[in-house]
């Protein structure tokens, strides 16, 4: 089964937690704060595996977590780093935010690796908050959480020249006439339900890929039929022969054709619509009506566009084609088919995200945010000076002035993660 599209649920590791610890020796009857500090926790990396060539795996595995760093230990031992996951995917595969549908990254490359998400950092142990007058914290900070998404996986296929067409021109019988693939023909639409590909060798003693897609037909773009599914593995291509049976046996009128198919294609991508084009007039062994050519013909000049007639049956034609085709993507510059804003964070960042908002619901005030959920992870709510610590900390972040400006009164509850406290000013 040819798998070109999934969803999968991915999460990095979570960072380990720091110490609570005292040194203890000999003679000494109170030893300093000694807590280590948690580990990273593990990265989930994408990387190209070059004997895959489809997505078929992730129909059967659908999520993915990369291991959780070590909690620290005393006597300033630190936790051991999570191990990073590798996940491989085939050459040409394109992942999303299946949120945003953001382009994360574009795996054209073979050897490549991409970082996705980031492991959560490893909480400091409580030795880092020894101070002058804080002799003896009895509190860490915990690890922090990975970043995690549903994501998007799309395999677009990597060749030089893709066939467009309606269902039954000719493409498949094209394609094993000129490279060695061996595509199911038969007289009848949608003998191809799935991409082929195949390797041509040029007369000149280069090689180029063709990709052969299932047929378009009027409202694909809108999901009728099957070559929507496929256009994809034409995106990225630098070269379209465009497919049109000139034969007249099936009543069809080669100019409707032509123009329906580029309105579908010009409905999927602008880019793609205006992608170098070939106009392949095939089945000319069997034309009734010269006129049925001559009128393509027309269109082709008018759009300033090269035509050829062919018989992909006989070979008529092809030689000619194929030798202009080589010399054409010659020309053709190799440019970036997939956009990726590189100046755009590219996942959820957590030491990014400075804000926290209060909500009042049944008289609680109820506040949420990252920056908030930071400073409750490194303190111990049973201790003393921990509460102090977070009172100043929550100070400093302008939560008190927020709570302040809200209407807040001696008494009211305050709720910060799973945490309820009373608000005394």
Request: no cysteine; glycine share 10%.
């Given at each position: 089964?040819?798998?070109?599209?999934?969803k999968?649920?991915?999460?990095?590791?979570?960072?380990?937690n720091?110490?609570?610890?005292?040194?203890?020796?000999?003679?000494?009857?109170?030893?300093?704060?000694?807590?280590?500090?948690g580990?990273?926790?593990?990265d989930?990396?994408?990387?190209?595996?070059k004997?895959?060539?489809?997505?078929?795996?992730?129909?059967?595995k659908?999520k993915f977590k990369?291991?959780?760093?070590?909690?620290?230990?005393?006597?300033?031992?630190?936790?051991?780093?999570?191990?990073?996951?590798?996940?491989?995917?085939?050459?040409g595969?394109?992942?999303?935010?299946?949120?945003?549908?953001?382009?994360?990254a574009?795996?054209?490359?073979?050897?490549?690796?991409?970082l996705?998400?980031?492991?959560g950092?490893?909480?400091?142990?409580n030795?880092?908050?020894?101070?002058s007058?804080?002799?003896?914290?009895?509190?860490?900070?915990?690890?922090e959480?990975?970043?995690?998404?549903?994501?998007?996986?799309?395999?677009?296929?990597?060749a030089?020249?893709?066939?467009?067409?309606?269902?039954?021109?000719?493409?498949?019988?094209?394609?094993?006439?000129?490279t060695?693939?061996?595509?199911?023909?038969?007289?009848?639409?949608?003998?191809?339900?799935?991409?082929?590909?195949?390797?041509?060798?040029?007369k000149f003693g280069?090689?180029?890929?063709?990709?052969?897609?299932?047929?378009?037909?009027?409202?694909?773009?809108?999901?009728?039929?099957l070559?929507?599914?496929?256009?994809?593995?034409?995106e990225?291509?630098?070269?379209l022969l465009?497919f049109?049976?000139?034969?007249?046996?099936?009543?069809?009128?080669?100019?409707?054709?032509?123009?329906?198919v580029?309105?579908?294609l010009k409905?999927?991508?602008?880019?793609?619509?205006?992608?170098?084009?070939?106009?392949?007039?095939?089945?000319v062994?069997?034309?009734?009506?010269?006129?049925l050519?001559?009128?393509?013909e027309?269109?082709?000049?008018?759009?300033?566009?090269?035509?050829?007639?062919?018989?992909?049956?006989?070979g008529?034609?092809v030689d000619?084609?194929?030798?202009?085709?080589s010399?054409?993507l010659?020309e053709l510059?190799?440019?970036?088919?997939?956009?990726?804003d590189t100046?755009?964070?590219?996942?959820?960042t957590?030491?990014?995200d400075?804000?926290?908002?209060?909500?009042?619901?049944n008289g609680?005030?109820?506040?949420?945010?990252?920056?908030?959920?930071?400073?409750?992870?490194?303190v111990?709510?049973?201790?003393?000076?921990?509460?102090?610590?977070?009172?100043?900390?929550?100070?400093e972040?302008?939560?008190?002035?927020?709570?302040?400006?809200?209407?807040?009164?001696?008494?009211?509850?305050?709720?910060?993660?799973?945490?309820?406290?009373?608000?005394?000013?």
């Open positions: 089964m040819f798998t070109d599209y999934v999968i649920y991915a999460t990095a590791g979570k960072g380990g720091g110490a609570i610890s005292f040194r203890r020796e000999k003679y000494v009857a109170s030893g300093g704060p000694d807590g280590g500090d580990g990273k926790g593990g989930v990396y994408f990387k190209v595996d004997d895959a060539n489809t997505l078929i795996e992730f129909r059967f659908k990369a291991e959780n760093g070590q909690n620290g230990e005393g006597s300033h031992k630190y936790g051991k780093s999570g191990e990073d996951l590798y996940i491989p995917v085939p050459i595969t394109v992942i999303k935010d299946a949120k945003t549908e953001e382009v994360l574009d795996l054209s490359d073979k050897n490549q690796t991409v996705i998400l980031k492991g950092r490893g909480g400091k142990g030795s880092h908050f020894a101070t007058t804080r002799q003896a914290p009895r509190f860490a900070q915990d690890g959480p990975g970043e995690e998404k549903e994501l998007i996986l799309e395999l677009k296929l990597l030089d020249v893709g066939l467009v067409g309606f269902p039954n021109v000719g493409k498949s019988t094209f394609l094993s006439v000129v060695s693939a061996s595509p199911k023909i038969a007289n009848y639409h949608f003998t191809t339900i799935e991409p082929n590909l195949g390797v041509v060798k040029s280069d090689s180029f890929v063709i990709a052969d897609i299932p047929g378009i037909i009027e409202g694909a773009s809108e999901g009728i039929g070559g929507i599914e496929f256009l994809r593995h034409i990225r291509t630098r070269l465009h049109i049976d000139v034969s007249g046996i099936e009543g069809r009128n080669p100019v409707d054709d032509y123009y329906k580029n309105e579908e409905k999927y991508s602008e880019k793609l619509s205006k992608r170098t084009q070939i106009i392949v007039a095939n089945k062994d069997a034309m009734t009506d010269e006129k050519y001559l009128e393509l027309k269109v082709a000049k008018k759009n300033n566009q090269k035509i050829f007639k062919i018989s992909g049956a006989t008529k034609g000619e084609l194929m030798n202009y085709v010399k054409t010659k510059p190799k440019e970036s088919l997939i956009d990726i100046n755009k964070e590219k996942v959820y957590l030491e990014d400075d804000s926290f908002t209060v909500t009042k619901e609680i005030f109820i506040v949420k945010g990252e920056k908030v959920d930071r400073i409750m992870r490194k111990n709510i049973g201790d003393y000076e921990s509460l102090f610590y977070l009172h100043r900390k929550l100070d972040i302008g939560l008190n002035k927020e709570l302040k400006k809200q209407g807040i009164r001696d008494g009211d509850l305050v709720k910060i993660g799973e945490y309820e406290m009373e608000w005394e000013d």
